[in-house]
């Protein structure tokens, strides 16, 4: 018995130091990002394939404790073990299963077993040796610390360098083949840690902000990132489907109301989210209709009837206006507007998504470029290594990004023949990574000039 308990304890400290380990190397993550497999696939994709190696640390300890249920222990030690049993278990089959679902639940599983662990080798030593159970308490303030190290927040944020994502894998094109690898470049951003001081000590690409006062909850950030992404995705395939000649790609479909100022004529009349067709039966597709017909139609003081679009329904909308701040003499709502944006995209795409890519929309440019490349025959790299970065705006404009320091460093460490840049992030790129070929671009329309001007020729 006493063996089966000393090997219950060893898996214990095995699977808890190799969570430690883990959290380690999720930090440090970026490190390995050169590494390519001879088939193409980077990093990013190997780190799939590793994380389900995650699932050893929960089954370690749920083989430690089943070998020490079997020892002739109370009912309360046999029911706190057959407990990190089933916890431990359903952590593993959630790794497995639910990969990117449930992710606080699984770290609060996580936390909990933990917990009744470190409570088992305590009254377990305790109740063996009798006194104070130096062994395991030894061992539990060890992992404390390190944990408290690598999970407690400082206030500040972090950001550093990510890795090299390439595009022409992670988005396929119905009936598109990829002619080159147009690689995205991605950047860590998130709560600092304590552990992150030491990091930051050891590589200069780590830069430290503090944390706003009105920062949103981790939740709510996700959610907002992956929507980003989302909308990302989809633009830059409408757009790039329009350049290879299939679809009309972005068409102006309205004004959207974004936002209402408090007090305003249109509070309590009209509400965010309201698509504007028309104003006072004139159609306005876009921003630019709606300002134009206002400016030179209305004056302030009149009602107007608006034409909106509210769910499923359609409304008109007697609306005042009032003279603008900026200028007294122009009519306005007290909105904030953008133009609604419908998207022609003759083909489905499909996406891969990778464990280590939550979202947000840097990627924007380089998918456009990557979708025009699987659709146009013999691709638009020409022979070279692609990078760059860059949102992509609804007319093709390419917008700037946050971290561009930090991706041109990751990207400096690929061979990329070539890093595309937003023009107001060319400085930030030169200094990070002044031997790497940066061109700092405006709209999509250059990016495709730039490689049919610098194409490698055929041999």
Known sequence: MQNKAKAGRRLYYTGLIAAIVSLIGAELIWLPAPLKTPGGAQWIEMIDWLYYGLSIIPLCWAAGAALLASDTGSAAFRSLRAAIVLLSAALAVCIWLIPKHLLLLAIAGAAAAVVLMVADLWLSERKERGGFPWRSGGAVLAITLSLCALLIPTGYSVTYPAMTMNLNRYAQVEGGRAGGEIDGVLVFDRPAVLADRLYGALFPQYRFLPVPEDEPPLTETYAQVVAMKTDANRVATAIAMQKAGLGKGVVADGVRIVAIVKDSPADGKLEAGDIVDAVNGMPVKAVDDMIAYMSAEVMPGEVVDVTVRRGEERLLVKVPTTASDQDPAKAVFGVSVQTEAKLDTPRSVSYHEYMAHVGGPSHGAMLT????????????????????????????????????????????????????????????????????????????????????????APE
């Open 369 to 456: 470029l990557a979708i025009i490349d699987q659709l146009t025959e013999g691709g638009v790299t020409g022979g070279l290594q692609v990078a760059g970065t860059g949102t992509i705006e609804l007319d093709g404009s390419i917008g700037m990004v946050g971290g561009i320091p930090q991706k041109a460093y990751a990207v400096s460490r690929t061979g990329a023949d070539v890093f595309f840049v937003p023009a107001a992030g060319e400085a930030a790129a030169r200094g990070a990574a002044p031997d790497l070929n940066i061109v700092a671009v405006k709209h999509i329309d250059e990016v495709l000039e730039w490689l049919e001007e610098h194409k490698e």
